[in-house]
């Protein structure tokens, strides 16, 4: 699988979506480390949210077969959580609406990375059966 790096502007709240999708998922990170510092994280990951805190700056990072929809539900809770924080929304109790919209958009930005992917895969290899 070709890897998938894409970013978006995220609405309304001036920062930018990374989402990375990759067989080399940690290389990517470590390409990144200006930006969002050295990775903390020991013994490895299946996927992870990194975060700069001076632009709200969020990258996704996953390998794709391990890609689960309770993994990308995760990370895009971190996700949304770093954005909102740099925002300075709060998550209140009784009114978690900006939560949950940016939640349901970041979900959507990374199954279309996704799924514009495996869309293309699916096309080059009925393409190939042709030949």
């Known amino acids: ?3 998938i790096k894409v970013k978006v502007e995220v609405p309304i709240y001036d920062t930018e979506l990374w ?3 990759d067989e080399e998922a940690s290389r990517r990170r470590d390409e990144m ?5 050295e990775q903390t994280l020991l013994g490895g990951w299946a996927a992870l949210c990194s975060y700069d805190e001076r632009t709200g700056t969020v990258a996704l990072f996953f390998y794709p077969d391990r890609m689960k929809r309770g993994m990308i539900a995760h990370e ?3 996700a949304t959580a770093n954005i909102l ?3 300075g ?5 009784n ?4 939560h949950a919209y940016l939640c349901g958009w970041i979900t959507e930005q990374v199954y279309e990375a ?3 992917e495996t869309e293309l895969t699916k096309f080059v290899k009925a393409a190939c059966r042709c030949l």
């Open 1 to 3: 699988m070709r890897p």
């Open 19 to 21: 989402i990375i999708i």
């Open 33 to 37: 480390r200006n930006l969002f510092g």
């Open 76 to 78: 895009v809770f971190h």
């Open 85 to 87: 924080r740099y925002a």
């Open 89 to 93: 929304v709060r998550f209140e109790p």
């Open 95 to 98: 009114n978690h609406e900006a």
């Open 114 to 116: 996704w799924d514009n």
